[in-house]
């Protein structure tokens, strides 16, 4: 493998977790993080649909909506939960 192909899933990584990390910021930076993370994700996914292919770009497409609307981490759900009795 030619490191260009290595560094576009690199960067498609690092995307991934900063993306994962958007929840943990305060609220009135979310909805511009989120407009952020649309902007810088664009050239990525182009980048590593030229790099490996529309297979791997539609995965990697699929994968990002699920990060970006469904965040694998909710950090305060928990305050979200009525008390017990």
Known sequence: MTP???S????????????????FWAERY???AFWVMV??????LGWLTL???PGVGVAAFA???AI????????????MLPPLE
């Open 4 to 6: 260009i192909l290595v």
């Open 68 to 79: 970006l609307f469904w965040p694998p981490f909710r950090p305060h759900r928990d305050r």
């Open 8 to 23: 576009s899933c690199a960067i498609a990584a690092l995307w991934a977790l900063l993306a994962c990390l958007v929840p």
């Open 51 to 53: 790099q490996w292919g």
């Open 30 to 32: 979310r909805f511009h």
């Open 39 to 44: 902007f810088l994700g664009v050239p990525v």
């Open 63 to 65: 994968l990002g909506l």
